[in-house]
């Protein structure tokens, strides 16, 4: 078994950090400890081993973790849970390396936009000002036409700082996470 996580060193002299990057950190925290059924989206990198491709992709905070078992093989033990909570925990790149072809689909079988399509997707919405207006508490209504759209507004905001979450009792609704 196999399984590789990005974990910085902790440096002797400190960075300072990007609000944004804090912000985002923040939001895979509260993604990857999230047990509702209204489960965070979160932006990981992650290298297909088969292939060499590293891309971004925005899954919920349980596929990820589904992904993290399928690669391990993973049972339920207590133990390992918490090893590998507080790995993914300390990864505060959000970088992941998969080889296991079960585990890269639980991740990216919803993802079907290039990073060039969420570049359009992004100009088409007006990232910037549809953040705006979230963090101003506006009116932020757009319309989202499919589940692909969701993930890449999703994938948008949260790059953005902003958390949002899926509500898949009530048929796959985008919500904002009030909780920030």
Not at 12 to 20: G, L, R, T
Not at 157 to 172: M, P, Q, V
């Amino acid at each position: 078994m196999i399984i590789s996580f990005f974990i910085s060193c902790n440096e002797a002299v400190q960075k300072e950090v990007n609000p944004i990057e804090k912000k985002k950190y923040l939001n895979y925290l509260k993604a990857i400890s999230n047990g509702s059924t209204v489960q965070n989206f979160l932006v990981i990198k992650v290298k297909n081993l088969n292939n060499g491709e590293t891309r971004e992709y925005c899954a919920k905070g349980n596929f990820l973790w589904g992904a993290l078992k399928m690669e391990m093989n993973a049972n339920h033990a207590k133990n390992e849970y918490k090893n590998v909570y507080e790995m993914v925990r300390k990864n505060k790149e959000r970088y992941f390396e998969f080889k296991s072809d079960s585990a890269l689909w639980n991740i990216s079988a919803f993802c079907e936009y290039s990073m060039k399509e969420l570049s359009e997707y992004e100009n088409q919405i007006k990232i910037d000002s549809l953040v705006y207006r979230i963090e101003n508490g506006k009116d932020w209504g757009i319309t989202i036409k499919n589940d692909n759209e969701m993930r890449m507004c999703a994938h948008a905001l949260f790059n953005k700082g902003i958390l949002t979450a899926e509500n898949s009792c009530f048929g796959g609704m985008l919500l904002l996470d009030k909780t920030r």
